[in-house]
């Protein structure tokens, strides 16, 4: 079997096990999910839901965001860590959104890399999920970590791998298997021990079947 074929294996497999498997941003209104993703590094999803929705309720959109107290700010974007350099970001995003493109979130990865704290992963989100885009593969810690170990890639960096994957899966696999694998990461394949035994693509994994070797029969 070529890694192309297996990769598509294993995508099927783990879609049809993961059927509920999306981006779990709250995605109502494109300004506010790009502030959504500006709040995302070392947080959780859920509690940027809640920040995005307080600053929302406070200020409403950009052009008041742009002009909000920055000390006001950080009071309600605190429990997202990380809080002077995020609301920073919030607000002079906020005047690039409003100065350059009109208040307008703009379609174009170029264009959203403008904004602070925006890199290409955050971009990609944002294409994908605001403009419908696909323009690569959003890589995570999550996806890195199964690719690797999955042995469709033996790259460490999230460019690199995003060029393998890209390699292997079709254009129409590239958004779902990131949300993929961000719910396999969580639920099976963790950081901190993965669960081979439970895997429905442990004879796909390179590292899976390496796992199933070093397990001793039992009674031996
Ligand atoms: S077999 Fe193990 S390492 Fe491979 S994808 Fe499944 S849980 Fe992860």
């Known amino acids: 079997m070529t890694d192309k074929e297996r990769a598509g294996k294993i995508y099927r497999i783990l879609r049809k096990h993961y059927p509920e498997a999306k981006c779990s941003l709250v995605n109502i209104d494109p300004t506010q999910f790009l502030f959504s993703n500006i709040l995302s590094p070392q947080t959780t999803d859920v509690t940027v839901n809640r920040v995005v929705m307080e600053i929302w309720k406070k200020y409403g959109d950009a052009e008041s965001l742009m002009n909000a107290k920055l000390t006001d700010l950080e009071k309600i974007v605190k429990p997202a860590g ?26 174009e990865l ?23 885009k696909i323009e690569g593969i959003i890589i995570d810690t999550h996806n890195i970590r199964i ?68 397990v001793e029969p039992a009674g031996e």
Not at 87 to 105: D, Y
Not at 110 to 132: D, H, M, Y
């Open 82 to 107: 990380m809080y002077r350099m995020k609301s920073k970001r919030i607000k002079a995003s906020a005047r690039i959104l409003m100065e350059e493109f009109g208040g307008v979130l703009p379609g």
């Open 110 to 132: 170029e264009n959203l890399r403008k904004f602070p704290g925006i890199a290409r992963k955050t971009s990609l989100v944002i294409l994908t999920e605001v403009f419908n």
């Open 147 to 214: 690719a690797q170990r999955l042995g469709l890639t033996t790259n460490k960096g999230a460019d690199a791998i995003e060029k393998d994957l890209m390699k292997l899966l079709p254009r129409t696999a590239w958004k779902m298997w990131s949300h993929t694998m961000v719910f396999h990461g969580r639920a099976l394949c963790t950081a901190r021990k993965p669960r081979c035994a439970d895997c429905p693509v442990r004879k796909l994994c390179e590292y899976g079947k390496q796992e199933e070797l070093r």
